[in-house]
């Protein structure tokens, strides 16, 4: 299969134009046609592969929560139901996908678009991810970094100088009742800070001060102007602000 970056120039030659001129001229008629073109091959190419083999090739996922008799929450990010989505898998991007993310296992499910059968994502193939506005990412651990890092997924929730990473995850807890065991999905996400290349485990406004301490003062003002809290409901909202109006004072 041709790939888009082949595409596009042959498109280009096509309609009469070529690739000098495409990137000199301003906008006219002609740039406008070629541009919708261009944008027609780009849906048609991720439609090409939207139920393609290399997406399509996972081992099927079994709702193992199924078992228990009883449930309180779900294993899942955000909902149990499949959230529209999209991956970059295998070295191509996938869109308009339904998925779900598995925090329990750290396990990227995909729904088939014909039947109720549902995949898991090979997660050595998985670059990153999208659920409806949430990006994740997956990092893997570098055995020189202390270990700070596990291999999994992180949501993105700064990018920048200062990045802040949320691991989403549940733990499973069993129970016995009368014979029959119930299953209970306890939240208990961490955070984290990347500055310099290196991640740090953060858990209060201690440890994002003490990291931004090249910018303390001015950081230590935001947070009082901000009144902003670390408590474990608010750690994740509060970090991302902080990590906002610092990557303003970072050179960039």
């Not at 299969?1 to 042959?10: C, D, E, F, G």
């Not at 290196?198 to 440890?207: E, H, I, L, Q, R």
């Not at 230590?220 to 474990?232: A, N, P």
């Given at each position: 299969?041709?790939?888009?970056?082949?595409?596009?120039?042959?498109l280009a030659v096509t309609l009469?134009?070529?690739?000098?001129?495409?990137?000199?001229?301003?906008?006219?008629?002609?740039?406008?046609?070629?541009?919708?073109?261009?944008?027609?091959?780009?849906?048609?190419?991720?439609?090409?592969?939207?139920?393609?083999?290399?997406?399509?090739?996972?081992?099927?996922?079994?709702?193992?929560?199924?078992?228990?008799?009883?449930?309180?929450?779900?294993?899942?990010?955000?909902?149990?139901?499949?959230?529209?989505?999209?991956?970059?898998?295998?070295?191509?991007?996938?869109?308009?996908?339904?998925?779900?993310?598995?925090?329990?296992?750290?396990?990227?499910?995909?729904?088939?678009?014909?039947?109720?059968?549902?995949?898991?994502?090979?997660?050595?193939?998985?670059?990153?991810?999208?659920?409806?506005?949430?990006?994740?990412?997956?990092?893997?651990?570098?055995?020189?970094?202390?270990?700070t890092i596990a291999t999994g997924?992180?949501?993105?929730?700064?990018?920048?100088?200062?990045?802040?990473?949320?691991?989403?995850?549940?733990?499973?807890?069993?129970?016995?009742?009368?014979?029959?065991?119930?299953?209970?999905f306890v939240g208990a996400d961490?955070?984290?800070?990347?500055?310099?290349?290196?991640?740090?485990?953060?858990?209060?406004?201690?440890?994002?001060?003490?990291?931004?301490?090249?910018?303390?003062?001015?950081?230590?003002?935001?947070?009082?102007?901000?009144?902003?809290?670390?408590?474990?409901?608010?750690?994740?909202?509060?970090?991302?602000?902080?990590?906002?109006?610092?990557?303003?004072?970072?050179?960039?």
């Open positions: 299969m041709k790939t888009l970056r082949s595409i596009v120039p042959a009469g134009f070529g690739a000098p001129a495409l990137a000199q001229r301003p906008a006219t008629a002609p740039d406008a046609l070629v541009a919708n073109a261009v944008a027609a091959v780009q849906q048609q190419y991720n439609e090409s592969f939207k139920h393609h083999p290399q997406l399509y090739n996972g081992p099927e996922y079994v709702d193992y929560s199924l078992r228990y008799n009883e449930r309180m929450g779900h294993q899942f990010f955000l909902s149990p139901d499949r959230q529209p989505g999209s991956v970059y898998y295998n070295e191509h991007y996938f869109t308009n996908l339904r998925l779900a993310y598995d925090v329990v296992l750290d396990q990227v499910v995909l729904q088939q678009p014909t039947n109720p059968l549902t995949l898991r994502l090979a997660n050595e193939q998985v670059r990153y991810f999208f659920i409806n506005d949430h990006r994740f990412v997956r990092l893997v651990a570098d055995s020189s970094a202390g270990g997924y992180y949501e993105m929730l700064v990018d920048g100088p200062v990045q802040v990473l949320a691991k989403r995850t549940k733990r499973l807890h069993e129970q016995l009742s009368q014979r029959l065991i119930n299953a209970e961490r955070f984290f800070m990347q500055k310099g290349g290196t991640y740090y485990a953060v858990t209060s406004k201690s440890g994002a001060v003490r990291l931004l301490a090249d910018h303390g003062k001015e950081v230590q003002q935001f947070i009082r102007d901000k009144d902003l809290s670390f408590g474990k409901e608010q750690l994740g909202s509060s970090l991302a602000q902080v990590a906002v109006y610092y990557n303003t004072l970072a050179p960039q």
